[in-house]
């Protein structure tokens, strides 16, 4: 979206959660119908599985109904959605990731067919890949998620999480090199000794 | 592994939603049921919190005051009280007008706005006892007189 068109969409949105807080409830539809997309991205990329998606989705606006006095309009209510969705998408796959993984399993292995052992791995190595995403230091996982896992840019992600774009480029550096050594250790058979 | 492989291994993880997701009746439902988050309406019952606040601080200082008011009678107290009660009045329209520029916002901020009218309150009550103290040390005693 470019500038004018943003700025256009952060005056309607910032409209709408003024008119909310004045008790015209109808008019969360409107922030609902319009992030709705946005949200469950970010819930099905941290790694909340399908049939949850939309379980997830609610939540966060539920939440974020809950907590719209404390939005603050010097930032874009987009913004500070993102981040929302991102912590509570984050605290769910961390819940129920095991119960998920053991549920999703028996679809995968029963996958019969050229390429199936190759997707196989490739679903695990995503896996852990993303369970090391959320063990490594949260700052420097947002920062790995945003810009590589969302394809966000740089100074989207330096807005979302309230720093410098000089921080996300050092976290991200930092992030990559945390990410390596813990996929590493944890898992050498898929990891490691790798050019 | 590098750090080239390790961008890769995360970009493999931007996968593109496969189901359109439409959760605005389910949502609306659950609000629906929900206060209205704490906006403007609640915000007010805090301002009126702080001023009763406020208003508590000036009765502590009201005390003293009471006193003050009788001790500086001879050099012109109730002008001085006239003009600390202006002051405290100007004080706190501007405490009001900064709530209301802010529009709403999260729980430490109307602390901190509560307690910046009840602070505003035991100034003027420190103010009014400094006074006092030294309109007592400048009444003319019984056996001075």
Wanted: charged fraction near 30%; glycine fraction near 10%; aromatic fraction near 6%.
């Amino acid at each position: 979206m470019t500038g004018p068109e943003a700025d256009a969409r952060a005056r309607e949105d910032l409209r709408a959660v003024r008119a909310v807080l004045e008790g015209e409830t109808d008019a969360f539809r409107e922030l609902v119908e319009r992030y709705q997309g946005m949200v469950a991205g970010i819930a099905w990329r941290t790694g909340v599985g399908r049939e949850d998606v939309e379980d997830v989705t609610s939540e966060v606006f539920v939440k974020a109904y809950g907590s719209l006095a404390q939005f603050r309009p010097d930032h874009p209510f987009a913004t500070w959605l993102y981040r929302l969705a991102m912590n509570h998408s984050i605290d769910h796959t961390r819940k129920g990731r095991r119960e998920r993984l053991r549920s999703e399993m028996p679809a995968q292995v029963a996958a019969d067919g050229p390429g199936a052992e190759a997707d196989l791995e490739r679903d695990e190595r995503g896996e852990l890949v993303r369970r090391a995403l959320d063990a490594i230091d949260p700052r420097y996982g947002n920062a790995l998620r945003l810009v590589y896992v969302e394809g966000r840019k740089v100074e989207e992600a330096a807005a979302i999480l309230d720093v410098p774009e000089g921080t996300i480029k050092t976290r991200l550096m930092r992030g990559r090199e945390a990410l390596r050594r813990m996929l590493e250790r944890r898992h050498p058979e898929h990891f490691g000794g790798e050019g | 592994m590098k750090y080239e492989s390790m961008e890769r291994e995360l970009r493999r993880l931007a996968r593109p939603l496969p189901v359109e997701v439409d959760v605005a009746s389910r949502v609306m439902a659950r609000v629906a049921a929900l206060p209205v988050p704490a906006g403007p309406r609640r915000w007010g019952l805090l301002l009126a919190a702080s001023l009763f606040l406020a208003a508590v601080g000036l009765a502590v200082a009201a005390g003293p005051g009471a006193r003050i008011a009788a001790a500086l009678a001879p050099h012109g107290a109730s002008v001085v009280a006239a003009i600390g009660g202006a002051l405290f009045e100007a004080a706190l329209a501007v405490v009001r007008a900064g709530l209301e520029a802010c529009g709403g916002g999260g729980a430490f901020r109307h602390a901190l706005q509560a307690f910046s009218a009840v602070a505003i309150a035991a100034l003027f009550a420190f103010c009014l006892a400094f006074l006092m103290r030294d309109a007592r040390r400048q009444r003319p005693s019984e056996a001075t007189r």
